[in-house]
């Protein structure tokens, strides 16, 4: 172990070695990519934990015992296994930051999500969402969300609560309207909504106090030239 952490990258081990459950200080824990199937739930016991990475393994599965890792002040990744749900226990990582849950076939969030309350960045793309809770109003350090390739075609009302987000992906989803959650967000600086259904452009995209970037390519719009001369005029890059 080296500065708290142990790193088994790309070991292809197939299971976690008995080092990690003996080690004293264990601050960043790395065993992406190494065909895991099952995480034991004796996970629960590393509480030193600041940093944890499964990304690329084949989980299927996350043990409720994940939740007692309050610890996590840094990221955990959980992205590109085969996981079907999220524990309701992550709710209470109220301390991490970073939250990568992409490419798994998800279906929704847990509600319980909103109590992740420090989140900064929240990476959820192609993991087949139909929707997103309430409880993810409850995300207000919340800064960059990203939903590339997903099923959504609404957002929750509580979305309007996030007024720290400034970075908004929901490029290859099923809207077919721009989602009126957004309007009023103060910090909203760029949203990306390419290759979904929408057809017109509210006016109050204009009124989006911060938005510098607004990318709507790849759906069937109805050019709405004075409402993108008007974002031109105050410096927001339009492209449609």
Same mark, same amino acid.
């Given at each position: 172990?080296?500065?708290? &952490? !142990? *790193?088994?990258?790309? /070991?292809?081990?197939?299971?976690?070695?008995? #080092?990690?459950?003996?080690?004293?200080?264990?601050?960043?824990?790395?065993?992406?990519?190494?065909?895991? &199937? #099952?995480?034991?739930?004796?996970?629960?016991?590393?509480?030193?934990?600041?940093?944890?990475?499964?990304?690329?393994?084949?989980?299927?599965?996350?043990? %409720?015992?994940?939740?007692?890792?309050?610890?996590? *002040?840094? @990221?955990?990744?959980?992205? #590109?296994?085969?996981?079907?749900?999220?524990?309701?226990?992550?709710?209470? !990582?109220? /301390?991490?930051?970073?939250?990568n849950v992409s490419g798994n076939?998800? +279906?929704?969030?847990?509600?319980?999500?909103?109590?992740?309350?420090?989140?900064?960045?929240?990476r959820a793309r192609h993991a087949?969402?139909?929707?997103?809770? $309430?409880?993810?109003?409850?995300?207000?350090?919340?800064? #960059?969300?990203?939903?590339?390739?997903?099923?959504?075609?609404?957002?929750?009302?509580?979305? &309007?609560?996030?007024?720290?987000? /400034?970075?908004?992906?929901?490029?290859?989803?099923?809207?077919?309207?721009?989602? +009126?959650?957004? /309007?009023?967000?103060?910090?909203?600086?760029?949203? $990306?909504?390419?290759?979904?259904?929408?057809?017109?452009?509210?006016?109050?995209?204009?009124?989006? %106090?911060?938005?510098?970037?607004?990318?709507?390519?790849?759906? +069937?719009?109805d050019p709405a030239p004075r !409402?993108? *001369?008007?974002?031109?005029?105050?410096? @927001?890059?339009?492209? +449609?």
């Open positions: 172990m080296r500065n708290g &952490t !142990l *790193d088994y990258w790309r /070991r292809g081990l197939g299971y976690i070695p008995e #080092e990690v459950w003996r080690t004293e200080g264990l601050r960043t824990l790395v065993l992406a990519e190494n065909g895991l &199937t #099952e995480l034991p739930a004796r996970i629960g016991r590393l509480t030193g934990l600041r940093t944890l990475d499964l990304g690329h393994n084949a989980l299927t599965a996350l043990p %409720p015992e994940l939740g007692a890792l309050t610890g996590l *002040d840094g @990221c955990l990744y959980l992205h #590109e296994n085969s996981l079907t749900a999220l524990p309701a226990t992550l709710g209470r !990582l109220s /301390r991490l930051r970073y939250l076939r998800l +279906a929704g969030l847990p509600e319980e999500i909103g109590g992740m309350t420090a989140l900064v960045e929240l087949h969402l139909t929707r997103l809770p $309430d409880g993810v109003g409850r995300l207000t350090a919340l800064r #960059e969300l990203w939903l590339r390739g997903n099923a959504l075609t609404e957002l929750p009302g509580s979305f &309007t609560r996030l007024g720290e987000l /400034r970075e908004l992906e929901l490029r290859e989803n099923a809207f077919t309207a721009v989602p +009126a959650a957004l /309007r009023g967000l103060p910090a909203l600086r760029r949203v $990306d909504l390419r290759a979904n259904r929408l057809t017109a452009l509210p006016g109050w995209l204009a009124e989006l %106090p911060s938005l510098e970037k607004l990318d709507l390519r790849w759906n +069937a719009l !409402l993108l *001369d008007a974002l031109a005029r105050r410096g @927001c890059e339009v492209l +449609a």
